[in-house]
């Protein structure tokens, strides 16, 4: 009965480990798109649905652009997708061309201070008139 137990043991140690790529059925690495976000500017923390969720993104957009190519190369009586035909793809589907384009992701840039108005420039405000009557009134039919 020990020598029992003690194969089962020795069984379940020898289990293989599955990547996080295999597990979710994708080609990228998973590993790799975690240790990316993780170096880089982003988020401190990460759910572990994060990095597999955004490689499952990747390759679907890869696969996507690169079947287009493919359908683009064969249009042109070519066997190799090159770079051109991934470029015609890029600029001939409105959906690619909106995400690809250079300030789709672009952040907002810094917007200069207002410059500041001199007191003298200034209209002086009477103390007795309402914060309703300093807005314009608009007109009525």
Known sequence: MSRRRRLQNCRRSKRHSLSRSTRAELHFPVSHVARFLREGQGAHRLSSATPVFLTAVLEYLT?????L???????????RIS???????????ENLRCLFQPSAF????????????????QAPESSHTS??????????D
């Open 69 to 79: 190519a493919g359908q683009e190369a064969g249009a042109n009586h070519r066997v």
């Open 63 to 67: 696969a996507n652009v690169l079947d």
């Open 83 to 93: 770079p051109e035909h991934v470029q015609r793809v890029l600029t001939n589907n």
């Open 106 to 121: 672009s952040q907002p840039a810094a917007s200069p201070p207002a410059p500041k108005r001199s007191r003298d420039a």
């Open 131 to 140: 914060a309703a009557s300093s807005h314009p009134k608009l007109p009525t």
